[in-house]
């Protein structure tokens, strides 16, 4: 997030404070529609400081978001994103690898901190013992990895993708639960029956060293795109 978009957004966010009540949860699904637009971060807050402009004009009158946006909210959103232009593929690109970058420094020091080695390690630091630096990464691990990754992208574009559906009762078939479920199921038994094979080892400070350096290209492609 460059400069400009950056100022952008503390003002909106000091803005925000100002929607009432009876607004917030509508505006709040209006801007979670807009972040899993095809548009950039600058875009978005320009709309979102445009949009806070106008509801808050509303409130003043005593009039609430619909008499801003309709009735209908997803076409208020797409009527505007189609008006601006989609993101480019270095954009994209650059997004992406932010977040990967991202989720495997978090998930990295997480994995460092709670290896059975690293426990151990502590305890022999605090004994005496001879101190053993390596650390095993198993199938498990990468695959838990990899599924954590997966998932987290694809529940943040369903969020992103249908806020206003939230709260709406929706039929799910006894069929579709069933095999979402016995996938689920499949996928950790698999985990728990190759979970402890061992893949590699790495050394605990090399470990560090390449998790913090992920969380540095996280903040620098962050700045960049």
Not at 93 to 110: M, N, P, R, T, Y
Request: net charge neutral; charged share 20%; hydrophobic share 50%.
């Amino acid at each position: 997030m460059d400069k400009q978009t950056k100022e952008l957004n503390r003002i909106n966010n000091e803005l925000d404070k100002q929607v009432n009540t009876e607004n917030l949860d509508a505006f709040t699904n209006i801007i979670c529609y807009l972040r899993g637009a095809n548009i950039s971060e600058h875009n978005q807050e320009v709309i979102r400081q445009d949009l806070l402009e106008m509801v808050l004009s509303a409130q003043k009158r005593g009039e609430n978001i619909k008499s801003v946006v309709g009735e209908d909210y997803k076409v208020f959103c797409d009527d505007i994103i189609a008006s601006l232009p989609p993101k480019s593929m270095a954009e994209k690109v650059l997004e992406f690898f932010d977040i990967i970058c991202w989720c495997l420094s978090i998930l990295g020091a997480i994995n460092i901190i709670i290896a059975d080695e690293t426990i151990a390690l502590v305890c022999d630091l605090a004994t005496g013992r001879p101190l053993n630096f390596e650390i095993s990464i198993s199938v498990g691990s990468m695959i838990s990895l990899g599924l954590t990754i997966v998932s987290a992208f694809i529940i943040v574009e369903v969020i992103l993708k249908n806020p206003f559906k939230a709260g709406k009762k929706e039929d799910v078939s006894k069929t579709r639960t069933f095999f979402i479920g016995a996938g689920i199921m499949a996928v950790f038994l698999f985990i728990a029956w190759v979970g402890k094979t061992p893949l590699f080892t790495v050394n605990v400070f090399a470990a560090c060293i390449f998790t913090l350096a992920l969380y540095i290209a996280h903040r620098v492609l962050a700045k960049i795109r």
